[in-house]
């Protein structure tokens, strides 16, 4: 099992920038594939990135392509969201996942609690 929790949201005005951390707890942290998530208000959950056990692959959704990066340090045990250029359709909950497959593997297993970021126009 792992833990997660999520940190780093907030209040911004668009075209500004967050980083948001993803702390994890429990087995191996290497041996976990981390994705971010948003959920929109009144809307579904979305993909937003994922990042591969070494850190060497990452991937993005179309929206936040270009804008936002995800890094990790597995020494500590972290991983990262760094978003730049906020937009206010940015505006969700966010949360960090994991699970021990490869990066491209959608069902995750482990989920945070969610950080909540706001965009103000």
């Known amino acids: 099992q792992v833990q997660l929790v999520e940190s780093g949201g907030g209040l911004v005005q668009a075209g500004g920038s967050l980083r948001l951390s993803c702390a994890a707890s429990?087995?191996?942290?290497?041996?976990?594939?981390v994705g971010w998530f948003r959920q929109p208000p009144g809307k579904e959950r979305e993909f937003v990135a994922a990042?591969?056990?070494?850190?060497?692959?990452?991937y993005y959704a179309d929206s936040v392509k270009g804008r936002f990066t995800t890094s990790r340090d597995n020494a500590k045990n972290t991983v990262f969201l760094q978003m730049d250029s906020l937009k206010p359709e940015d505006t969700a909950n966010y949360y960090c996942?994991?699970?021990?497959?490869?990066?491209?593997?959608?069902?995750?297993?482990?989920w945070g609690q969610g950080t909540q970021v706001t965009v103000s126009s």
């Open positions: 996942a994991a699970h021990s497959r490869h990066i491209y593997y959608m069902s995750y297993d482990y």
């Open positions: 990042i591969s056990r070494s850190g060497g692959t990452t």
């Open positions: 429990g087995q191996t942290f290497s041996s976990f594939t």
